[in-house]
């Protein structure tokens, strides 16, 4: 049986009128990084809050690690790290400084706060600068001191609020390799939320969509481009003509057509499941000559926006 991380049962927060998160229910295993997906303002970071006890639900249940968000807040915020989209940073502080704050709030031992300090901010190649204030920083610095931050006691679970936000491509694929390795490694299981689906495809065993508070779609991101809106093929050769093209948009499987490349390609959509032999035989027989036939899989990113732009309303 899969120990699951997080749990939730009709969650909601309204602010007034807006029902920021709107029946939230979902189950997250533990030793998995979930990505949280959905457009600016549809009730990602009020979850994380949510989640974290930070936020009063309005309705609905939530567990962290088997406790009660609403009954034991505390014991779910001893257990998790989180880097929010405020970075709970204290400006006028150093680097160390902050660092050492924070480790003792979570009681770490001197000497093993001390170690582990030294330890992270070595790892993100802040240790040469840990005796500057924070206010003189750099966007990108912050945002690796907020997450030394959030792993400094050693969480079991993580939320990371668009943790690669601000930093640069080689960060962001070092804290890729990081968080991977604390799953692979230490079994944390990492709730994140990403407005880059590319990171979100190749990190996230399972990923949800949300939209307007309510949640679209579960699944990993493979389920999810198979549930997309058919199958693309792309078809390269000549000889594609437009009787040739009206007569394949015409066949019932067919959902698009349109030439590309010069009239050298075409882009063929079709129904989930339909056989391509067919349209072949039927090119063939027109007179096209074809020379290369393949399937293109939906990007996470393409899945993506068709279901936030199809089901609005
Ligand atoms: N404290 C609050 N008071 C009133 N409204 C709020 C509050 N916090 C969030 N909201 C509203 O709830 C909705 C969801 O906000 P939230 O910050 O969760 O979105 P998000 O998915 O994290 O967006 P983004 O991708 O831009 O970070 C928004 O309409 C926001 O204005
Ligand atoms: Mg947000």
Redesign the pocket.
């Known amino acids: 049986m899969t120990e699951i991380a997080i749990r939730t049962e009709g969650l909601g927060r309204s602010?007034g009128e807006?029902r920021?998160v709107d029946g939230l229910t979902l189950e997250v295993p533990a030793g998995v990084i979930f990505g949280f997906l959905?457009?600016?303002?549809?009730?990602?970071?009020?979850?994380i809050r949510l989640l974290l006890g930070l936020l009063e639900p309005t309705a609905g249940q939530a567990w962290v690690l088997g406790h009660s968000v609403r009954q034991e807040a505390w014991a779910v915020r001893e257990r998790a790290g989180a880097l929010l989209?405020e970075n709970g940073l204290y400006e006028r502080l150093t680097a160390e400084e902050n660092l050492e704050f924070y480790g003792r709030i979570y009681r770490l031992p001197k000497a093993e706060r001390r170690a582990r300090i030294r330890e992270l901010l070595e790892h993100f190649g802040l240790w040469e600068r840990r005796a500057e204030v924070v206010r003189t920083w750099s966007r990108g610095m912050r945002q690796k001191l907020a997450l030394a931050r959030a792993l400094l006691h050693r969480p079991r679970i993580l939320f990371l609020?668009?943790p690669t936000a601000g930093l640069d491509p080689v960060a962001a694929a070092s804290l890729h390799e990081d968080l991977l390795s604390m799953v692979k490694g230490e079994g944390v299981t990492v709730f994140l939320?990403t407005?880059n689906l590319a990171e979100a495809e190749k990190l996230c065993a399972l990923v949800g969509v949300?939209r307007q508070?309510r949640l679209l779609a579960v699944g990993t991101p493979e389920e999810l481009q198979a549930r997309g809106q058919g199958t693309e093929v792309q078809v390269v050769g000549s000889g594609f003509t437009s009787e040739l093209l009206a007569a394949l948009e015409a066949r019932p499987e067919v959902l698009e057509v349109a030439s590309s490349d010069g009239g050298n390609a075409l882009r063929i959509r079709l129904q989930r499941g339909a056989p391509m032999a067919p349209l072949v035989a039927q090119m063939v027989q027109a007179g096209a000559a074809i020379e290369e036939v393949y399937k293109r899989r939906a990007s996470l990113e393409e899945t993506f926006l068709q279901l936030v732009e199809e089901k609005e309303g």
């Open positions: 602010f807006l920021a959905g457009p600016n303002g549809s009730g990602k970071t009020t979850t989209e609020d668009e939320t407005h949300i508070g």
